[in-house]
């Protein structure tokens, strides 16, 4: 599968932004989904994952409350809504797939990754 995310930029402490990843193939629906993100100097973390149908979500604890994963299988397409950001969030964002389709939180159970989108949150 390839992914390309988009949506990235800059925006202020406290607002806004939804990230998303359009993905190539006709099996979408089969894979689970995930964002990581990956600020300078710092290894890359997992943020949200969600899995094949939609049913299971899960969002890593720095994020909880204020991004939430979703996807559009008819579109081909998964998002992150961030709320709330802070300049701690600013990083390169990247999706990516999973073809066990199980929601999973680790950087090395992803098969396919998308190019990453760059997020700049001001003080």
């Known amino acids: 599968v390839q992914l390309q995310a988009s949506g990235g930029g800059l925006v202020q402490a406290g607002g806004s932004l939804r990230l998303s990843c359009a993905a190539s193939?006709?099996?979408?629906?089969?894979?689970?989904m995930g964002w990581f993100r990956q600020a300078p100097g710092k290894e890359r973390e997992f943020v949200a994952a969600i899995s094949g149908n939609g049913g299971t979500k899960y969002h890593a604890g720095s994020v909880k409350g204020r991004f939430t994963i979703s996807r559009d299988n008819a579109k081909n397409t998964v998002y992150l809504q961030m709320n709330s950001l802070k300049p701690e969030d600013t990083a390169v964002y990247y999706c990516?797939?999973?073809?066990?389709?199980?929601?999973?939180?680790?950087?090395?159970?992803?098969?396919?990754w998308g190019q990453g989108t760059l997020v700049t949150v001001s003080s």
């Open positions: 193939g006709r099996t979408f629906g089969s894979y689970a």
């Open positions: 990516a797939a999973d073809d066990s389709g199980l929601v999973t939180t680790s950087v090395s159970q992803y098969d396919g």
